[in-house]
């Protein structure tokens, strides 16, 4: 059933949320990038479902061809330092924070200048891990109520479950990124949310509707840590 009171409440009324979403790009060359299949479609999704609540936006993107409500700040991006740094910028005052971005995991330690050519069979890169933008904001001396993604193609839980613990995160949602028709570049998502109190399976639904409940759930959560 879909959730059309969601545009009629205030359960987020007054409360700054920031969301990263989409994938980012590392640049090789001036031609050339490493990136991933994030459509950036979920993030859109939950920031939309957080204004209907009332919340006030602050959305940061990767590269990704979607718009944003007039009334959401969307600030556009392509790495992962650029999306780390906008996010250390915007994060004072911001009551929840989600990374729903698929940032690349690494960044080539020099960029060539010039196109790489096509001249040996072989092509050898050295990478550099970016910064953990979610553990980042995790554990900040006064964070904000964390919530971050784990995309998975195995393991599912047991990862998500890890990443909760060592990351130091309120609540993570865990998505098998493995299925034809869920999780990257499609319309449809599943989700296991994942806290220290308990998990709560989302089941395959449109991303739409999905972001709706999990903007709901997470509202929940926050105000259990912060009651008013």
Known sequence: KELNTLNKTTLLQGKRVLITAGPTREPLDPVRYLTNKSSGKMGYALAEAARMAGAKITLVSGPVPLTCHPDIQCIHVETGKT?????????SNTDIFIAAAAVVDYHVE???QKK???TADTLDLHLIKNIDILATVAN????PFTVGFAAETHNVLTFARKK???KKVNLILANDVSQKHAGFDAEENAITAIWN???DAFPLSKKTLLAQHLIEFI???YYEKNPT
Not at 83 to 91: G, R, S
């Open 83 to 91: 999306m780390l740094n906008t996010v250390m910028e915007n994060v």
């Open 110 to 112: 020099e960029i060539s």
């Open 116 to 118: 790489i050519k096509k």
């Open 140 to 143: 900040l001396p006064h964070p």
């Open 164 to 166: 909760l613990k060592e």
């Open 197 to 199: 109190r308990g998990e």
């Open 219 to 221: 509202a929940q959560r």
